[in-house]
């Protein structure tokens, strides 16, 4: 079995839209969560998202743009994004975001995977570092999560008595490329198939990854897609200016 993984989002169309157009043959949809906010087509990524299957894991900007999360722990640009959002959703847009479940949630047809927004402790905790993963690493049942939230492509792993962390290494900054990544037997991972909709690792290309359930290779992906569409969007909503700057610099 082959799942695309997407996390993310963040209401960017045209990012989206790149990354199904760039990712291989896939069997089964599995979306990390965050699927608003931050970008100017909410409504229209929701279509589209539901449009490619049934598993989702809600993330904090779906809870804030729905009024589940309170804003006081958002920093301004998020909470007027998340305000803004909140007013263009559809009410069955409104409705289905608030339905999302909350991870951690099994992944459909291979129960040694699972799926959450932020750590399988704490939908809403970063996962930055070793040290904010070897506790989940060593707590874990489930051999394998699959998390996002951090916008940070990559992961970590725990074999034994080691734990450490990796990042795709690419050699273009502006051309689709794939890295793969052999599972290892015996191993725990944690692993972030990146942010489709506002990297944050410097590269601001679109995010995303494969995940091959007989061969164990996850095939991380980077896509480009047109940035200056999804600036514009950003700018003729009004939205603060910094939310659409920043997608030039995948920060």
Aim: charged share 20%; hydrophobic share 45%.
């Amino acid at each position: 079995m082959r799942i695309l993984l997407l996390s993310d989002i963040h209401a960017n169309l045209e990012a989206l839209e790149a990354c199904l157009a760039a990712a291989p043959s896939f069997d089964l949809v599995a979306n990390l969560g965050d699927i608003v906010g931050y970008g100017a087509s909410p409504n229209e990524v929701i279509d589209r998202s539901r449009s490619l299957g049934k598993i989702f894991v809600r993330g904090n900007h779906d809870k804030a743009a729905t009024g589940l999360l309170d804003l006081e722990d958002f920093n301004t640009l998020a909470a007027t994004a998340a305000i803004w959002t909140r007013d263009q959703l559809t009410p069955a847009h409104h409705e289905w975001l608030v339905s999302l479940p909350q991870g951690p949630r099994s992944l459909e047809g291979f129960p040694q995977a699972q799926l959450v927004h932020g750590s399988p402790e704490d939908e809403d905790a970063y996962i930055v570092s070793i040290g904010d993963a070897l506790v989940p690493l060593l707590a874990l049942a489930t051999p394998l999560t699959f998390f996002g939230h951090t916008h940070l492509q990559g992961g970590f792993f725990a074999n034994g008595n080691s734990a450490d962390g990796f990042r795709p290494e690419y050699r273009t900054i502006g051309q689709a490329e794939s890295v793969s990544l052999q599972l290892k037997p015996d191993t725990r991972y944690l692993i972030n198939p990146g942010s489709i909709g506002q990297p944050r690792d410097g590269d601001w290309r679109a995010a995303f990854a494969l995940f091959d359930t007989d061969a164990q290779v996850v095939h991380f992906h980077r896509a480009p897609y047109n940035l200056k569409a999804a600036q514009d969007r950003i700018f003729a909503a009004n939205l603060p200016p910094r939310l659409a700057t920043r997608l030039a610099a995948g920060r």
